[in-house]
């Protein structure tokens, strides 16, 4: 059986205003995320949230702190959601990522969060994403600046597809 996930990475409140490193356009993109949330689960695609974790010697995501914890928005549309905590930029990387998606039987994955050019593109492009037919929503995705962005996503446009909220879980036929 062929199923999607949509993989959510890391929309935790240090990158939002008053947080510790606040993004370019993370409310929109926060409205964005919370968009492909509902439209996955309208498809019937598995949804899967991401968070990073570091330590206190860390500038930012300190575990017990009020700017590591996922947006309430995130877990308001995906309550059921299970959430992978991380502590490097790939998701995949010493997580249960893999195995998460092997029990959801998910063979494609559509990526988007925070940050385009760290844990977005690490994690589109990890060796351990080689099984998944994987794209990302770019209007999905932000980071410190519009041109970073733009820049992260064309270095991966030879590796992976990019897709738009209409079309991101069609069932292949």
């Keep these: 059986m062929s199923r999607t996930a949509l993989l959510v990475i890391d929309p935790q409140y240090d990158y939002f205003d008053n947080g510790k490193f606040p993004l370019w356009n993370a409310d929109n993109t926060l409205n964005e995320i919370v968009s492909a949330i509902h439209a996955a ?21 300190v575990a017990g702190t009020q ?8 877990l308001d549309a995906a309550p059921d959601a299970p959430i992978v905590t991380k502590e490097h930029a790939d998701a995949f990387q010493d997580t249960n990522l893999t195995e998460l998606l092997n029990d959801l039987e998910v063979d494609r994955l559509v990526v ?12 589109a492009i990890s060796d351990d994403a080689d099984p998944y037919q ?7 995705c932000t980071t410190r600046e519009e041109l970073l962005h733009l820049i992260a996503l064309d270095a991966i446009k030879t590796k992976v597809k990019f897709t738009d909220l209409k079309y991101a879980f069609e069932r292949p036929n």
């Design 134 to 140: 994987v794209s990302i929503l770019s209007d999905a």
């Design 67 to 74: 700017g590591v914890k996922l947006h309430q928005a995130i």
């Design 112 to 123: 988007c969060g925070m940050m385009t050019q760290n844990c977005v593109t690490h994690t």
């Design 41 to 61: 689960k309208e498809q019937d695609a598995a949804v899967v949230l991401v968070q990073h974790v570091s330590d206190e010697e860390s500038p930012f995501f």
